[in-house]
């Protein structure tokens, strides 16, 4: 299956910063792919780059096997939202819209879908500069879906959404990927990607640290723990602790275990007659996986209450 995103071997400087370093990876069709790093990782260089924004120094970004710059009709291609304050405030969200379809011949019958599609029929005929940021990244997901797209690639689309609007949010992009489009979705929201994308590329000081599933990442973090409730935890760590685990409080009566099995730990326990409510396998959320990956990566980190700098 060819890529509908290709991004290789992609390098960029600005004056002594090192922006991108390597950047490789492919967003394939029918997938949500989240794209994440910690601030300063090259997320934001990388995406201008695919939409030619920013030129590399070396490498290339394709997108259906084309620089986007040479597309003719590129919002046929890709659709994008990187800023959704990028709108004229005086116009109306419709007129909005009317103006970007007719630079990309596209009929203003398509204009009404997508503004349907986002939610904003109340206010479509609103001036968009009195909307809220919530507003503002719906009209901007329809301005991204104007062309009936392939690809769509979004830079942090859950900002400003209030639950309901999460959810929709969601629901949505999930359905886009259904239909076969390739979608990259940069965010820190990590509980959000968790219950959204398929595919993860995790990325760190302009190069991929992990381009991998999400149900992949998080067997790998969740490993060989498991998570023990007890009413009496000190007790339960003493006797693991002697056994050879390697024990971890977790918040109320929960203890994090490494290193026995769930009927070792039933045994250990019972023998030494300490009472347990719940032995489970531990299951890491994404946003664990996503700070084991990156710890190295963080470029700025804040320092643990009372240390002194140095």
Avoid: C
């Amino acid at each position: 299956m060819e890529a509908t995103i290709a991004v290789a071997r992609l390098r960029k400087r600005f004056g002594a910063t090192t922006a991108l370093d390597g950047m490789s990876f492919d967003v394939q069709p029918g997938l949500v792919t989240g794209f994440v790093g910690p601030n300063g990782a090259g997320k934001s260089t990388t995406m201008r780059v695919i939409l030619g924004l920013d030129a590399a120094d070396e490498g290339s970004a394709l997108v259906a096997g084309k620089p986007y710059r040479s597309l003719p009709y590129p919002l046929r291609v890709l659709g994008s939202l990187l800023d959704a304050a990028a709108l004229q405030p005086s116009r109306s969200a419709r007129n909005h819209l009317l103006w970007l379809a007719y630079s990309q011949g596209l009929p203003a019958s398509r204009v009404d879908v997508v503004i349907e599609e986002a939610g904003l029929q109340d206010v479509a005929r609103r001036r968009a500069g009195g909307f809220s940021l919530g507003m503002r990244q719906r009209l901007g997901l329809a301005a991204a879906m104007l062309g009936d797209p392939q690809a769509l690639m979004l830079d942090e689309p859950f900002n400003g959404l209030d639950p309901e609007g999460i959810a929709w949010m969601r629901g949505f992009l999930r359905s886009l990927a259904r239909q076969g489009r390739a979608i990259l979705v940069s965010s820190h929201l990590m509980s959000e990607l968790q219950d959204t994308a398929d595919h993860l590329v995790v990325v760190g000081r302009g190069a991929v640290v992990a381009d991998t599933s999400v149900a992949e990442l998080l067997a790998a973090a969740s490993g060989d723990r498991i998570t023990l409730r007890t009413a009496h935890p000190a007790r339960a760590a003493a006797v693991l602790e002697r056994a050879g685990g390697e024990i971890v409080a977790g918040s109320g009566d929960s203890l994090t275990v490494t290193g026995l099995t769930s009927e070792a730990v039933i045994s250990l326990l019972s023998s030494s007659a300490v009472p347990f409510t719940e032995i489970a396998g531990h299951r890491a959320t994404l946003e664990q996986a996503y700070l084991d990956l990156t710890r190295e990566q963080v470029e700025f980190r804040a320092q643990a209450t009372g240390e002194v700098p140095a």
